[in-house]
């Protein structure tokens, strides 16, 4: 319970996290040791199991079927789903089609949402977001080189892109494109949502990630638009809106990323104590009876403690003022709770020795798959310059001009 738990928050709570432990959680050796595509059926029958108790897309307002929460409230959930890196699928308000679904329910055309949105509430569908570029620095997107260009009721897109996540298996892919050119950096790309069964769209490969390939939904893409033509309808909201577009998908991104970031970090703290209680050293003494363990423990509960009451405090300040308002927030959130992440992840994998960098438990997959989290949605270096620059210009110092 925190000062922002609400009455609805309390309710929901207690059975997400009974179906986290007792449903989800057991399915994760299968994963970590097979693969996400052989999971699927499974999970597709929980997923049902999710609709039919109407805990199904949690974020969204009732009027789409979602269950109408707050950021903050939501945010709740997701730290409830984070403790197991199948969770958020298993509600169907997995990243990146979480930021999809609401970009398209905030800006997409009634045949848009008939179309893409519709199907992807109900989970019949994935989708994926293309916009960074291997040959461009994606802290700086406005630099792309991936084109569309109309010919009378058509864009035909050409253009290289990289970390598409979870563009093998998705349905379409929410595509940022240049198609205004001349215009100042910022109004340049256009948003267009291209189907991948669309002549044209390739999925070059799924990329490693440390040594992990992945596949299906848990996967991240190379993918090629060779002379790929969508219809001009696909376009969403007008030409040179991608950037602004991007802006929205993000802040409440954020929450959902910090507060899944949390979860992970509950469950390896658990686990870090289990083990450290647990592992006898000799002399009948547990792993616990160390110092240096005992450190690790209060430190990692007191940044865990920080870091929600951050985030919440964030996202409530988002529900009431909206993101614009929030925007430091929002920065100084994403780069310390992806650090915290970092650090309580090492010290749990540290306190299980050998084992924690085996696949036997949770954590080493963790560990090379949210190693990104430090640069995904901004890298740390990004968010900390926003943060030092409003702080500084408070002092007279203006970092823009410098
Ligand atoms: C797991 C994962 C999933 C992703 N999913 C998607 C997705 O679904 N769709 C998509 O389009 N993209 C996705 N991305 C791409 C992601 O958005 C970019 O990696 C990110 O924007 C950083 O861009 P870059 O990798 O080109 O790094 P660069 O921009 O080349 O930056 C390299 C490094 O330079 C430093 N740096 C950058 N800017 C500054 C600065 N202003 N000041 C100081 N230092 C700086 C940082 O340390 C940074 O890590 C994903 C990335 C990862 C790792």
């Not at 929901?12 to 699927?40: D, K, M, Q």
């Not at 990243?95 to 679904?101: E, R, S, T």
């Not at 899944?260 to 050293?281: P, T």
Request: glycine share 8%; proline share 4%.
């Amino acid at each position: 319970m925190t000062i922002f738990t609400t009455e609805r928050v309390a309710r929901l709570l207690p059975r997400v996290r009974e179906i986290v432990l007792e449903e989800i959680i057991p399915l994760e050796s299968a994963y970590l040791h097979g693969s996400f595509r052989t999971l699927e059926p499974q999970l597709n029958a929980l997923r049902k199991r999710v609709k039919a108790e109407g805990l199904w897309t949690p974020h969204l307002p009732t009027s789409e079927g979602g269950l109408g929460l707050t950021l903050t409230e939501f945010g709740m959930i997701s730290e409830a789903l984070g403790h197991s890196p199948l969770g958020h699928y298993v509600f169907n308000c997995q990243a990146p089609d979480i930021g999809n679904m609401e970009l398209l329910h905030q800006f997409a055309t009634d045949a848009q949402k008939h179309t893409f949105l519709e199907p992807l509430i109900r989970g019949d569908i994935r989708s994926c977001f293309a916009m960074t570029e291997p040959e461009f620095a994606g802290s700086n997107p406005v630099n792309m080189a991936t084109t569309a260009v109309r010919e009378g009721d058509e864009y035909v897109i050409n253009g290289h892109k990289w970390f598409t996540s979870s563009a093998d298996g998705s349905a379409f892919a929410v595509t940022m494109a240049v198609t205004n050119p001349a215009e100042a950096p910022h109004k340049r790309a256009s948003m267009i949502i291209v189907p991948t069964a669309t002549p044209g769209f390739h999925l070059v490969r799924n990329i490693k990630i440390m040594g992990d390939e992945g596949d299906s939904y848990a996967s991240h893409a190379e993918v090629r638009f060779e002379n790929c033509r969508v219809p001009v309808v696909n376009l969403l909201v007008k030409e040179g809106a991608g950037f602004a577009l991007a802006q929205h998908r993000l802040g409440p991104g954020r929450i959902h990323h910090c507060m899944r970031f949390i979860g992970i970090c509950e469950r390896a703290f658990d686990m870090m104590c289990k083990y450290a209680v647990s592992r006898e050293l000799g002399n009948g003494k547990p792993l616990a009876s160390k110092q240096i363990i005992q450190s690790w423990i209060a430190e990692s509960r007191a940044e865990i403690e920080a870091a929600r009451y951050m985030v919440l405090h964030t996202a409530d300040g988002i529900d009431k003022h909206g993101a614009q308002v929030m925007k430091e927030s929002i920065s100084t959130i994403k780069f310390f709770v992806a650090n915290v992440l970092q650090h309580v992840l090492d010290r749990a994998i540290q306190t299980h020795g050998a084992l924690g960098i085996t696949d036997d438990t949770v954590l080493a997959y963790w560990y090379r798959h949210e190693r990104a989290a430090r640069i995904y949605d901004g890298p740390d270096e990004v968010h900390k310059t926003v943060l030092a620059r409003t702080i500084l210009k408070q002092y007279g110092y203006d970092v823009e001009s410098a």
